[in-house]
């Protein structure tokens, strides 16, 4: 493991309401995941106005929540986030030492050891629905008996060439077949479209929320912004290898984790159920700077 990264981590969420909301309950994905290469020293949640309840626990994917109610009429809502952590490289197999992939799908299948907690992740979610096109696709990276390593960097390099980021050509729910055939979109859209390809194909994938470094020497795309990529699992052996599509990488000490779940329906920042306020404005910024 390479020497930590510090960080300093601000992510802050702005909504305006036509008229004032009189309640609202919200549920936050906001508190980054303590992990081997992830160290948190600090963390604290800002928000305007003050809530009349606020209660912290773990979703079903053991990432830290936070549900809090406001039922002051308020015209206005501001979830910041404030935390310093330091991150540190994974250590990365050589891929063509790892095992096949078809092996991968037996152990999961077989639920030995490890594939019990990667099950979770070898089905179709709201959000990545069976789509034949995205096997199909996923399917030229994964020839017979091909390590997984090998295969996984060859559709995240694909991935990264073949589709363009494009802000505001699909939503939340736009469906994988639809960037398949668009051949562009934003980081939850090549993030769900290769999570689709690879459980199609009996690999477990999940879906990593988090953030992209905002400096540095390279110029990442989705930085200053929330950002995703998809875990894959390498078997008993390796573990857990996460690899971001957007950058055509393998996630390593510029990426901070938030969670993961199925999709992004999972583990959305901020989501929330509001009595009045019509039309809103959204307005989210984000810095995750070594310090």
Request: hydrophobic share 40%; charged share 20%; aromatic share 8%.
């Amino acid at each position: 493991m390479r020497a930590e990264i510090a960080y300093a981590l601000r992510h802050t969420t702005r909504y305006r309401y036509a008229t004032p909301v009189d309640l609202s309950a919200h549920l936050a994905h906001l508190t980054p995941r303590p992990l081997p290469t992830q160290h948190v020293a600090s963390c604290d949640l800002e928000i305007e106005p003050q809530p009349s309840w606020l209660e912290t626990g773990e979703d079903a994917f053991g990432n830290e929540v936070r549900w809090f109610f406001l039922e002051t009429p308020h015209a206005a809502c501001n979830v910041t986030l404030h935390a310093r952590l330091s991150v540190a490289a994974p250590r990365v197999p050589p891929a063509t030492q790892t095992p096949p992939w078809t092996d991968i799908v037996t152990a999961a299948a077989a639920a030995g050891p490890g594939g019990a907690e990667a099950g979770p992740f070898l089905f179709e979610s709201p959000l990545v629905e069976p789509a034949a096109e995205a096997r199909d696709y996923a399917a030229r990276s994964f020839s017979d008996r091909r390590p997984i390593l090998e295969a996984l960097l060859d559709l995240n390099a694909r991935i990264h060439r073949d589709f363009a980021f494009r802000p505001g050509v699909t939503t939340v729910n736009t469906p994988v077949r639809q960037v398949l055939a668009q051949r562009a979109g934003v980081c939850q859209d090549f993030t769900h479209l290769m999570i689709a390809g690879l459980r199609a194909l009996g690999l477990p994938a999940r879906y990593v929320s988090g953030y992209i470094r905002s400096q540095g020497d390279a110029n990442f795309v989705g930085a200053d912004q929330s950002h995703a990529w998809v875990g894959c699992w390498l078997g008993p052996q390796f573990g857990w290898l996460d690899l971001d599509p957007t950058n055509g990488m393998v996630v390593a000490d510029e990426h901070v984790v938030l969670g993961w779940g199925r999709d992004y329906g999972d583990v959305s920042p901020l989501r929330g159920v509001l009595l009045g306020g019509g039309a809103h404005e959204l307005d989210v910024g984000v810095s995750l700077v070594p310090v």
